[in-house]
């Protein structure tokens, strides 16, 4: 019941003029990168948050949500039209939602993804109303050794549950985690890793980072398959939007099936792109109409689209209670909160009640302002699909480059934002994944500090991990899910 | 062509050396204990002793021969066209460190345009000073973001 009281507080905060405005502004924008080959939610937020930095927090992260909401919405709309993912999570949309267009039926299979979409934000953002008042309390009791083995706890669960081969993870968690080490040490204030390079003193950026990885990595590789846009008429018809409309209770089996599983992967960090991809095979495996998948089936657009979103929201909460985001995005959004000199972890709710809260109540009417605008600006933004890649390709690329200078104005980036990209487009053909790595460069300080303080505490010992029941469970969930792909490949080895 | 076994050599390499300085340049800071808890090259020390250790397992991966008959990691065709792509924005970056990221972006944009798209170079005369006029307004005048400028700017006095 206080979560409630706290809530109708936060819609006060959220339903002003100027926060409403910024909501529209935001979901338009989050759907343009959402569209836009190359550009998607982790580097559309990391473009914007430059331009945030003089802005109110609560403000500024109202913004940067809306954005995130618009980009899922947006990455949907190129995968049923042009059976382009506009975001890796969206891939799975592609499989029924193009065939489904294909038949003539565009504005159905359009209705199925943006309403189920809108369904499985709204149920992410239910569980962080309920949840949150608990995950807080329960973090309160938190200090440098839990914290630790929580961070340690989200990564391994990268490595268990990501689903990229392991190895591979963990290199990509290492660099992540050197790359934040580069710089000033926030403890002793010693320089490291600079090797001499006074353009290293200010450490790497995790937003240049996320352009060039994200963006032009991206965009090379949108280059490399060659663009081929084969789109479908996108005209939105009302009757057809009401129809879809009529037939979704149908598929409520789905809908709930894919929604937990999405907030499950969004708050375990597995991510929005890993829960639509199993949500569909979930669903096709529980269908009665299981050959028809791939042909234009409404579960296998309800199903992912339902999961990606709430996983997109649910990934928010251990952001605002941990300081540990669930996504790539919600990492970008977390180093915003830095930023705006805000303290990720359970004392935001004690500290800032108007910021989270806010931010909460910003989520729901974000996403039903997102699932109307969205339906209403298809045929515009489809319309940006078909101007020639000649412009809209170097476009893209002089906007990740403006993008990586805005972050400090340091013309050292530009080198960095290029050297990132091609090191983006090298991982994702090698199937390396990026999000730990943007992962661990927000959190790494912070995870350093807790294990440097942890061992201060003990002086030296790393029995502190093991010291309560606390923390020896945390440690004991991270190593078993460090240890699942072995175990898993062990038993089918056996069966 | 590439195969995707050299590729994969060729980036656990790179990582492993990624990692293996990491380890080198902490060593600076010490990495062992001191009163004040634990020196400051110790977390990054042992960080770049797991990238090297997990970079050799990924070679090992590659070399154990398991990815044969896999697709190759680029063919010659898909090399050039990503040549294509990538060789401008390797002539924009330091254009831009030169000239500004206006001028270096009107630079880039025409001449994609004009060799690349084969656009009537009246097109690319538009679109070439749109993008940097349209971004100068949003920026400058309407967020207060100043973009790096070079002589051109300072000629013009803005």
């Known amino acids: 019941m206080e979560n409630l009281g706290a809530l109708l507080q936060g819609f006060s905060v959220a339903l002003t003029p100027y926060h409403l405005g910024l909501m529209v502004v935001g979901v338009l924008l989050g759907i343009l990168v959402g569209v836009l080959p190359g550009l998607g939610a982790p580097n559309g937020v ?49 499989f029924d939602g193009y065939p489904l267009a294909q038949k003539g039926r565009a504005t159905e299979a359009l209705s199925f993804a943006f309403l189920s979409a809108g369904f499985g934000a709204l149920v992410g953002v239910v569980i962080i109303t309920l949840l949150s008042g608990w995950v807080q309390r329960f973090a309160l009791k938190f200090s440098s050794p839990e914290f630790f083995a929580v961070y340690f706890l989200a990564f ?11 190895m591979k993870t963990i290199v990509s968690i290492g660099i992540g985690f050197a790359l934040a080490a580069i710089g000033m040490d926030s403890v002793s204030g010693s320089l490291r890793l600079t090797f001499g390079l006074d353009e290293l003193i200010a450490g790497v950026s995790f937003l240049v980072a996320v352009i060039g990885l994200f963006g032009i990595g991206e965009l090379i590789l949108t280059i490399e398959e060659g663009l081929h846009l084969k789109g479908i008429e996108a005209k939105v018809r009302v009757r057809d939007v009401f129809r879809a409309m009529a037939e979704m209770p149908r598929h409520w089996a789905t809908l709930v099936r894919s929604a937990l599983v999405g907030v499950w992967m969004g708050i375990t960090p597995g991510g929005p792109t890993a829960a639509s991809f199993m949500s569909y095979g979930l669903a096709k495996r529980f269908s ?23 996983a997109g929201t649910a990934a928010m909460l251990p952001m605002l209670a941990l300081g540990i985001p669930g996504s790539a995005t919600a990492a970008v959004m977390l180093g915003g909160l830095m930023i705006w000199g805000l303290n990720p972890g359970p004392m935001l709710f004690v500290e800032r009640p108007d910021f989270v809260w806010g931010l909460i109540a910003s989520m729901y009417l974000g996403n039903v302002l997102a699932v109307v605008l969205v ?56 199937s390396y994944p990026i999000a730990p790595l943007i992962l661990a460069m927000v959190i790494g300080d912070k995870a350093e500090d807790a294990f440097r303080q942890s061992l201060i505490m003990s002086k030296g010992s790393m029995a502190i991990f093991w010291s309560n029941p606390l923390v020896t469970t945390l440690m004991l969930l991270a190593i078993a899910l460090l240890a699942w792909p072995m175990l898993a490949g062990l038993l089918r080895r056996r069966a | 062509m590439i195969s995707r076994r050299s590729a994969e050599l060729g980036m656990a390499t790179v990582t492993a050396v990624f990692g293996g300085l990491v380890a080198y340049g902490a060593t600076e800071f010490g990495v062992g204990w001191s009163p004040s808890g634990p020196e400051p090259g110790t977390f990054p020390f042992y960080m770049g002793c797991v990238i090297v250790l997990a970079s050799l397992g990924n070679a090992a991966t590659a070399l154990a021969g398991r990815l044969r008959g896999e697709a190759p990691f680029i063919t010659a065709g898909q090399a050039r066209s990503i040549a294509r792509f990538v060789l401008p924005i390797l002539a924009f970056v330091p254009l831009a460190l030169v000239l500004g990221l206006y001028l270096a972006t009107a630079l880039y944009m025409a001449g994609v345009m004009i060799w690349q798209g084969r656009y009537p170079v009246w097109h690319a005369l538009l679109v070439s000073l749109g993008l940097p006029l349209a971004l100068y307004l949003l920026l400058e005048r309407g967020f207060q973001v100043n973009l790096l400028k070079g002589p051109l700017e300072a000629a013009l006095g803005l």
């Open chain 1, 156 to 166: 391994c669960s990268f490595v268990g549950l990501g689903g990229a081969p392991v």
């Open chain 1, 375 to 430: 339906l209403a600006t298809v045929p515009l933004f489809a319309s940006i699909l078909r101007i020639p890649f000649a412009i809209i390709g170097p476009a893209i690329v002089v906007v990740c480059f403006i993008g990586a200078y805005t972050v400090g104005s340091r013309p050292f980036d530009l080198w960095l934002a290029l050297l990132f990209g091609v090191l983006g487009y090298v991982f994702k053909k090698l």
């Open chain 1, 46 to 94: 990391s473009l914007l948050l430059p331009l945030t930095f003089t802005m109110n927090p609560v403000a500024a992260i109202i913004l940067l949500t809306s954005m995130y909401w618009g980009a899922l919405f947006g990455g949907s709309t190129t995968s049923i039209l042009f059976n382009i993912p506009g975001e890796p999570s969206s891939v799975a949309t592609t």
């Open chain 1, 288 to 310: 009665r109409f299981r050959s028809a998948f791939g042909t234009g089936e409404p579960d296998g657009i309800i199903a992912p689209e339902t999961a990606d979103h709430s």
